[in-house]
């Protein structure tokens, strides 16, 4: 995707702090768009859950109030919205008054679903419960400390095959190796993932290289996992398939975007060592 596209967002460039509340700060960018030239298949459920730790606003008698927020944009929204964007457009709440956490909540749910078009959920979290929300490694097997030889770093879809397709297998891999770059910044961003699947068993070795392989891939979070997901599925045939990708934070925000041909029971929340 060529970085001249979104000029005009306030990404990559110096932009002036908000001095209040203002949801015009908000930059939506339409999927449809960033899909283009995308040729593997769409995910029937997603989703795309973005961790701000840098929330606050002031209560009606002007004292501080400091929070995390929780907002999960629905995969199939007409519209993402750019990082830098929302982090101005939440830096903008920094010198309202509010009198309840509830107001706040309404009012981000109202922006942000008119910015994306279709509902967002909006969870405001209180500090002290939220610390409890210790790091922990993604849950499966972790794949990186395979011996093998890495020729490409660029996208090689092609990589992937399955071991043995007779056997089928459920199982959950990890990797911490995702790296890929921002397409308008050219930026590292770095991620754990993990792919959980039943079907033919997927070579390991492959799944590593193919993971190192978007090295150098210039994408956002999003369609990143989108591409994770629809190669996979589509070079190694999985009955189900559900990919998971924690992003590192960056300006107190983490995306963590989730893609599926099915609804899971549960999404984890729990943030790694990098977030």
């Not at 990082?83 to 309404?106: C, G, H, M, P, T």
């Not at 699947?197 to 999003?222: C, K, M, T, W």
Request: proline share 8%; glycine share 6%; net charge negative.
């Amino acid at each position: 995707m060529p970085a001249t596209i979104y000029t005009d967002s306030p990404l990559g460039r110096k932009v002036e702090e908000p001095s209040h509340y203002d949801p015009a700060l908000l930059y939506p960018i339409a999927r449809a768009e960033t899909r283009s030239g995308m040729e593997v298949p769409a995910a029937d459920y997603g989703g795309d859950i973005w961790n701000a730790y840098e929330l606050s606003w002031l209560d009606a008698h002007g004292k501080p109030v400091v929070a995390m927020g929780r907002f999960t944009f629905p995969a199939d929204s007409p519209n993402l919205i750019e990082s830098k964007s929302f982090k101005l457009y939440l830096n903008s709440y920094n010198d309202e008054r509010f009198e309840l956490a509830d107001i706040v909540r309404q009012r981000m749910q109202l922006d942000l679903t008119r910015a994306g078009g279709k509902p967002v959920l909006v969870e405001i979290l209180p500090l002290r419960p939220a610390y409890e929300l210790s790091c922990q490694a993604m849950a499966g097997i972790c794949i990186d400390d395979q011996d093998i030889d890495i020729q490409t770093y660029d996208p090689a879809p092609a990589l992937l095959h399955t071991s043995d397709p007779a056997s089928i297998v459920h199982e959950t891999l990890v990797s911490e190796l995702l790296k890929t770059n921002c397409p308008v910044t050219g930026q590292p961003d770095w991620a754990s993932l993990q792919i959980q699947y039943e079907g033919p068993q997927i070579d390991r070795s492959a799944l590593l290289a193919y993971i190192v392989s978007l090295r150098h891939h210039n994408e956002f979070h999003e369609l990143c996992v989108e591409k994770i997901y629809g190669e996979i599925m589509a070079r190694c045939e999985p009955a189900s398939l559900f990919v998971y990708a924690r992003y590192t934070r960056r300006g107190g925000l983490d995306i963590n975007p989730w893609r599926a041909n099915h609804q899971p029971k549960r999404i984890s929340q729990a943030r790694t060592l990098r977030q």
